[in-house]
């Protein structure tokens, strides 16, 4: 519905670049652009609140996306779906396309998702005025995967719920600030004590505020 929100913050930093070396790739197809004769969405049958998005015109535009490009997975962004999590990553990054349908209003039409064989997606339990914003969220977490996306690629490995734990504290320049001081443990250059202090921090990190993570 608004194609202008895009790339937004995927066009900047490492994903920016990535998207500018040709790592990946962004199409977005205007929904508006295929309503020709009508309007995007209609009041809903058996009435209620708000508008649903028209399966003629969310149709057409499907039939174009594929028409430009083969599509290994459709998805709609909704908060009915299955919740998005770092285990969902893999299963995108090993896709050649995926298809990300943005809906506005009350939601779609439902013949629309089920004649094309949708699967739902969820970025948490709450509700976000539209897609846009949950789409950017899973492509993000998913370009930088990509091969040569990131600068370091070993930065992934340490990163919080790659190994089911979240991540250790950081700490940088000044040593000291506002009395607060860095654990003396990181200055010491004592590579395995320092890797014994951040698997700590991480594993007392994960148990106080993700316990459900704890086991997996």
């Known amino acids: ?3 202008e929100v895009f790339p937004g913050p995927l066009g900047v930093s490492v994903v920016g670049r990535g998207l500018s070396r040709g790592c990946w790739s962004l199409e ?3 929904i508006r652009r295929f309503a020709t004769k009508t ?3 209609d009041t809903p049958y058996g009435g209620g609140p708000g508008m649903v998005m028209r399966p003629d015109v969310l149709g057409d535009a499907l039939e174009y996306a594929l028409s430009v490009r083969e599509v290994n997975r459709r998805v709609f962004l909704s908060p009915r779906g299955p919740k998005f999590t770092h ?3 893999a299963g995108f990054v090993d896709a050649e396309s995926v ?3 943005c809906g506005r209003f009350e939601g779609v039409d439902q013949r629309f998702l ?3 064989n949708f699967e739902e997606l969820s970025v948490g339990d709450y509700v976000l005025s539209g897609g846009e914003i949950a789409a950017m969220a899973v492509m993000d977490s998913c370009v930088r995967q990509i091969p040569g996306v990131l600068g370091n690629a070993k930065s992934l490995e340490c990163e919080s719920l790659t190994s089911s734990s979240l991540e250790h504290d950081h700490y ?3 040593s000291a600030w506002r009395g607060l001081m ?3 443990v990181l200055l010491s250059g004592d590579h395995r004590k320092i890797g014994e202090w951040r698997a700590s921090s991480a594993g007392h990190i994960t148990r106080r505020i993700r316990p459900d993570l704890v086991g997996e």
């Open 1 to 3: 519905m608004f194609p």
């Open 28 to 30: 977005v197809v205007p």
């Open 172 to 174: 940088t320049r000044p």
């Open 39 to 41: 309007r995007v969405d």
């Open 114 to 116: 089920d004649y094309y």
């Open 87 to 89: 285990k969902s990553i």
């Open 182 to 184: 860095v654990p003396e």
């Open 99 to 101: 298809l990300l349908v």
